[in-house]
């Protein structure tokens, strides 16, 4: 079996039945692939991320992406990824016609990492990864926004202007109202008008404030 190509190798392999220890063995070699990457690649940084910004790393799916990608389409401009981890959402940003698309993380690690990506894919000239904390990136000129964890919301209401659109995946943002949602189950991505989620918080603090008005006549 030595001598054989990939493909006979992978037709043979499709013949035969994996059975109860074959699924067990993929299973033990795929944890251990996902376990080496951490411990070679994220822990060593996440050493260096303050603790209350360490969230676990969890690669974006090609769906993920896909669906992301779908909620921006037809925006132009640069785009900007808040926790860009190993890059991928920038990188399919760039081929999609964003610039400058530009990723913040505050991994060392995965910054490289990034980096690494972007060279193999003959792109690293056009995309940019920063080592930043997302708590300190100045907002206010960005118009496309991806986000996998928010830094904090209050902080997107208050430097986006209203013709920015926030895409945030895996996690929507509390109590955000979406305008659009592509994906089902963890694949699933939320799109946030920044003008519609303002006005959507008048009106919210307008019911407030009449309801407390009613309150205090009865």
Not at 86 to 100: K, M, S, Y
Not at 161 to 178: I, Q
Request: proline letters at 6%; hydrophobic letters at 40%; one cysteine or more.
């Amino acid at each position: 079996m030595d001598d054989d190509t990939p493909d006979e190798v992978l037709a043979e392999l499709r013949s035969r039945p994996i059975g109860g220890w074959g699924v067990a063995q993929i299973a033990a070699g795929t944890g251990l692939a996902v376990y080496a990457m951490w411990v070679v690649i994220v822990q060593p940084g996440f050493r260096k991320v303050p603790l209350r910004l360490q969230v676990p790393y969890i690669p974006a799916s090609k769906a993920q992406v896909d669906n992301v990608m779908t909620l921006v389409r037809g925006r132009k401009g640069g785009l900007v990824d808040l926790g860009s981890g190993d890059g991928r959402i920038v990188l399919e940003a760039h081929r999609q016609g964003f610039t400058p698309a530009v990723g913040y993380e505050l991994n060392p690690w995965l910054v490289q990492f990034a980096r690494f990506h972007a060279w193999r894919a003959g792109h690293h000239e056009n995309v940019s990864y920063r080592r930043e904390d997302l708590w300190k990136v100045d907002l206010t000129e960005c118009k496309n926004i991806t986000v996998f964890l928010a830094p904090s919301v209050e902080k997107l209401q208050a430097e986006l202007s209203d013709d920015a659109l926030v895409v945030a995946g895996r996690f929507p943002l509390p109590d955000w109202k979406p305008c659009r949602i592509e994906g089902q189950g963890v694949d699933r991505a939320w799109a946030y008008s920044m003008k519609a989620q303002r006005q959507h918080a008048l009106r919210k603090n307008d019911n407030l404030t009449v309801m407390d008005s009613d309150t205090v006549t009865n």
